[in-house]
């Protein structure tokens, strides 16, 4: 028997095409949510209509357009449960995805995050499972990545509220809420679940695909939060190492998008940081011998092909 509330939270903006699938994997939950909250963040399309098909099984908020964060923390005001259960209006709850976070949820009173394993859905309809991440390897692996995926956590309201909800920082508003939980709560309280409770769909036009001002952001959030604690030479070091990370995926990603400023990034990473370690895996050292075969074969006496203008920052803001 259950003895807490949970209100799943599902932001969405012109979500016309996908909430109706997203909404039905909700209520067919084993484990039914307390109330089911969508808040449309200024759609343009049919998604008041298909929110509104649901009937009095929804609650339906249409806000002016302000972003996810500011759609998550509209949901957060309007929960009136003890745990939220976000769920962004593309994704898909498995059917057991409530009762197993609900039943670890309540194990232990000092958790306030509950998070699980999760599976891609791409486009082409192959599927690839992403184990979850060790909580008590959450610090400080914090400071250099973000594991959890929102839309397989559940989160208690009063740490929500504590610390101010999630902050309007493009791509990277839940890393930072993760970051600032942790601090406030320790890694103690959360709790990964090894079990996959999340379908998560890749489309070609999924924002966390916009390589360039997502890793802008990644660095400006470094800058303002992710090391605030840090001084002098720790924080010095840190930040290096972090940027070398930073850099090198995005490296890598580039190179998988054919994009001209791949060997750039690739390049700013090893000047970075030119060791390995936790956080700069050694196998980076593989995929740079291989980028750098790559423009072996593609030979050019042009200095700059080898060694490109240094302009790590430029066209990393939001566009």
């Known amino acids: ?50 929110a509104r098909s649901f009937g009095d099984r929804i609650r339906y908020i249409k806000q002016q357009n302000t972003g996810i964060a500011g759609a998550r923390n509209a949901g957060i005001r309007e929960a009136s449960s003890e745990w939220i259960a976000f769920l962004d209006h593309d994704d898909l709850m498995f059917p057991q995805k409530l009762a197993v976070e609900m039943q670890v949820a309540e194990s232990r009173t000092e958790l306030m995050v509950v998070y699980s394993a999760f599976t891609f859905l791409y486009s082409d309809g192959k599927r690839h499972e992403m184990p979850s991440f060790p909580a008590q390897e959450l610090w400080p692996a914090l400071r250099y990545r973000t594991p959890i995926l929102p839309s397989t956590a559940l989160v208690r309201r009063s740490a929500l509220i504590e ?43 999924n924002e966390s695909k916009n390589v360039l001002p997502m890793t802008g952001a990644a660095l400006s959030l470094l800058d303002t939060l992710l090391l605030s604690d840090l001084k002098g030479i720790p924080r010095a070091m840190w930040k290096r190492r972090v940027e070398a990370r930073l850099f090198y995926r995005l490296a890598v990603d580039l190179r998988e998008a054919n994009h001209e400023r791949y060997w750039e990034f690739a390049i700013e990473s090893f000047l970075r940081w030119p060791l390995f370690g936790k956080i700069v895996p050694a196998y980076r050292y593989k995929v740079l011998a291989h980028m750098l075969w790559t423009r072996l074969r593609h030979f050019h006496l042009d200095f700059r092909y080898w060694w490109p203008r240094r302009k790590s920052r430029e066209g990393l803001a939001r566009v």
């Not at 807490?4 to 016309?16: G, K, M, W």
């Open 1 to 50: 028997m259950f003895r807490s509330t949970v209100s799943v939270v599902i932001p969405a903006y012109n979500a016309q095409a996908c909430l109706r699938e997203t909404l039905e994997s909700v209520l067919a939950q084993s484990r039914q949510a307390d109330e089911i909250i969508v808040i449309d963040d200024g759609s343009k399309d049919a998604t008041e209509a298909v």
């Open 163 to 205: 610390i101010g909800g999630f902050k309007n920082v493009y791509c990277v508003d839940d890393w930072s809420l993760w970051f600032r939980l942790v601090q406030r709560y320790s890694k103690d309280a959360f709790q990964e679940v090894a079990e996959s409770l999340t379908l998560y769909r890749w489309w070609e036009n």
